[in-house]
């Protein structure tokens, strides 16, 4: 029996409008929720852990909530393999199924982890009081100590980032608060402790760094950002975690986190019982690593360590040493169309195509027969061209054995979200029309 939103004692603005029909084949039923509205605007989405930490271009709860209700049964297996702030894997825990996520970034694991594991209140709330006293004391009397610890902890290369894009009294206080993090022994607690650290870096307007915005893809210095005192962001960030942590204890399902790359799962074929995941956009449009970098310097991670595994993104403009696949026709039209304006940019969408072909292989590979992969993903334009992501995704999965049950178009909330900046694109134009939407592709692995 699939549980409600009220047995869950999640708020009612979460639960499905879309009436269940028993008798429906599997194939139907997933017809029937792509054409349903998938907008979700003017719902409330800040329930369970979802806001602990902003994520550029995270989708609604609702949408993988939708999807797993209506799809899948509790203890069933649901995977997003690039989970990205766990959207998809918390809403499977709440409702009692088993998610997995997989992702190659290293925050959003740290966040997706503590985002999925109820943690003690009380114990939370005074560890985390006693993390702000002793930093600030710290600051207070031991400013020496805090510049020693600076030094100590950052080989040149980060150092030279971190100064870059910190004030020196930011560093401070960042230190006094990570190095008391440290201190709590406690995995959970500490988990919990760290993402809120986290939290105060990463947000649209860069947070406590000098950063404009850390969802584009270079973020900008500001010479005239006086970033505000990363101590009291801190407090009200707990503040705020804390709060709703308690709706968190009500999930009754496991999930499991592992790094990996999710063109090639660690995972057994036919196992899985629905994917819904939202991949990067091409051509780098939100580059995860740059701005993630501003956070997982100070959890201990080289620069230079990050710079490598940045290559490793999909949607990455690198093109030495990388394997261009052959894809699809009309997908091929589309990159030969940008070819003729610029070949380099027509090659980093081949390989964007490319790095999908594996994934979306890898999907059907671990999906079990007559399940779906619900695929989530904006379009891009490169040279003012319209990359049609949508459309070659939904080819290529195609090309794959998938069936391609539809393609529904869902509005984006702008205000709500991290999205990549608009380049290139006239305003008014249709591809400016696009830049506002979102697609949702629905794959079916027949049952053959
Ligand atoms: C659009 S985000 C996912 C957002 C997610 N749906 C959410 O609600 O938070 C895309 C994710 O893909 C991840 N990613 C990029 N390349 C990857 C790869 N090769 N393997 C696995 N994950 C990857 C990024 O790190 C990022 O977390």
Redesign the pocket.
């Known amino acids: 029996m699939q549980m409600t939103a009220q047995q869950l004692r999640l708020p009612l603005t979460v639960e499905p409008v879309v009436r269940r029909q028993p008798d429906m084949t599997y194939r139907a039923k997933l017809e029937n929720l792509l054409s349903d509205d998938l907008d979700f605007h003017g719902t409330n989405s800040a329930y369970a852990s979802h806001n602990f930490h902003s ?5 609604p ?1 609702q949408l ?1 909530r939708k999807f797993i209700e209506w799809l899948t049964d509790p203890g069933d297996l649901v995977l ?9 894997v918390l809403e499977a825990f709440l409702l009692g199924r088993r998610g997995l996520g ?4 290293p ?2 694991l740290r966040l ?1 982890k503590a985002k999925v594991t109820p943690t003690a209140l009380e114990e939370v709330a005074e560890t985390g009081h006693r993390v702000l006293r002793d930093a600030e004391v710290a600051l207070q009397r031991n400013v020496a100590s805090l510049m020693d610890s600076l030094d100590a902890r950052f080989d040149d290369a980060t150092r030279k980032f971190v100064d870059y894009w910190f004030l020196p009294e930011t560093q401070l206080e960042l230190i006094a608060l990570i190095r008391e993090i440290e201190k709590v022994q406690n995995p959970i607690t500490r988990g919990f402790l760290e993402l809120a650290f986290s939290a105060i870096i990463i947000t649209k307007s860069g947070g406590v760094s000098r950063a404009r915005d850390l969802a584009h893809t270079r973020p900008h210095r500001v010479s005239d950002k006086v970033p505000r005192s990363a101590i009291a962001q801190y407090r009200h960030r707990l503040k705020k975690n804390i709060q709703s942590l308690t709706e968190l204890a009500y999930g009754t399902g496991g999930v499991a986190l592992l790094k ?4 090639s799962l660690a995972l057994q074929d036919n196992t899985v019982d629905l994917i ?6 091409a051509s780098n449009a ?1 580059d ?2 740059r701005a ?1 970098k501003f956070s997982l310097v100070w959890f201990g991670h080289p620069v230079k360590e990050l710079s490598k595994l940045r290559r ?5 403009e690198a093109l030495t040493d990388f394997h261009l696949l052959e894809v699809p026709n009309y997908s091929t039209q589309v990159i030969t169309r940008i070819a003729r304006y610029d070949e380099r940019k027509a090659r980093v969408l081949h390989r964007y195509y490319s ?1 999908m072909t594996r ?1 979306l292989s890898e999907m059907y590979r671990v999906l079990k027969p007559g399940k779906a992969a619900i695929v ?1 993903v904006g379009t891009s334009t490169m040279r003012g061209l319209d990359t049609e992501t949508q459309i070659c995704l939904g080819e290529i999965g195609e090309s794959l054995g998938f069936d391609l049950v539809d393609i529904a178009v869902r509005k984006l909330d702008r205000d709500k979200r991290m999205m990549p900046a608009r380049r290139s694109a006239r305003p008014n134009s249709q591809i400016e029309e696009r830049m506002h939407e979102e697609y949702v592709i629905g794959l079916y692995k027949p049952d053959s």
């Not at 994520?55 to 989708?59: L, V």
């Not at 997003?80 to 998809?88: A, E, I, N, Q």
């Not at 819904?276 to 956009?281: A, G, R």
């Open positions: 994520f550029p271009a995270k989708f709860p993988p997003d393999p690039m989970v990205g702030s766990g959207t998809t997989v992702d190659i970034d925050l959003a997706c990996g790359n999710a063109q819904v995941t939202s991949p990067p956009y939100i995860y690593m993630h490793e993104y999909i949607g990455g790095e994934s989530v």
